[in-house]
C-alpha cells in the first residue's frame, strides 16, 4: 500500500512542481489565472476618460444625443430675439402662487443673484460701480426702457423671466446658474420691487 502512494506521489510531484511554477508571474495583476466569467471581470464598456478606435473621433466620453434633458429640467421655448422676448410678455404668467412665503424665498435668491447689480430695493444702485454697470434702470421707474418704450415698472413677468434668462447686454444671462422655479420666485420678488415699497 505504502509503495501504490509513493508511486502516485513520484508521479504527481512534476505536475505539483510545475503548477507552482505556472502560479507565479512578474505581474500577478494582469493574469488573475483562469476566469470563469471573463465579462464580470472586464467590463466591455469603455473607460470613459480614454480614447479608443471604435468612434471615429476616438473619444470615449459621447456627447449627449440632440434634445436630451436632465430628469426635472423645464424647457423655455422663447429665442432670444426682441420678438420673442414680447410674446413672452404677453403670454407666460408667473406659475407660482403669489404667498409671503414665495415672496420671501424670492426675495432671499433676488439678494444672492440680483442686488450686487440691481440694489437691496432694485432701485438699480447695487454695490457693483463698474462704468460698465452704470445704466442699471430701477424696476420702479417710469423710464423708457431701450428695447420696447415700456417702462420698467410695466414690465411684465414673462419680460423679466426672459431678461432673467438671457441676459441684456452688460447683463449676464442667468439660465444655468438660477433653474426655472427659481427664476419665477425671483421674478415674483422683482415684481414685488416694480410697485417701489
Ligand atoms: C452684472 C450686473 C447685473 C446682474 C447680476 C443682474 N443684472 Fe439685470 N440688468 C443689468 C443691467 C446693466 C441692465 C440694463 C441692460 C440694458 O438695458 O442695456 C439690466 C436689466 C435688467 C432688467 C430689464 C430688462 C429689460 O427688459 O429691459 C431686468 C428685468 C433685470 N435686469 C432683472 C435682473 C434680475 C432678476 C437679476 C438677477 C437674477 C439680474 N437682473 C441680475 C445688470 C445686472
Redesign the pocket.
Known sequence: MKKVCSNILLIAMPFLVLSLFSSCSNNEADKPGYEFMPDMYRSPSLEIYSSNTFFKDSLNARPSVEGTMPRGFVAFYYDNTLED?LLAGKELKNPFENTEDNIEKGKQL?QM??A???GKNGDGK?S?THPV?G???S?ADDVM????GEN?ND?AAG??YH??YYG?????P?NTQ?NDTERWL??MY?QELQKGN
Do not use: D, K, Q, S
Open positions: 422676448y433676488y443673484f440680483c450686487h447689480c440691481h447695487g457693483i454697470y445704466a442699471i434702470p424696476y426702457i431701450r428695447r420696447t420698467m414690465l419680460n423679466i431678461a432673467i441684456l447686454n452688460a447683463m449676464g442667468h438660477i425671483i421674478t422683482v
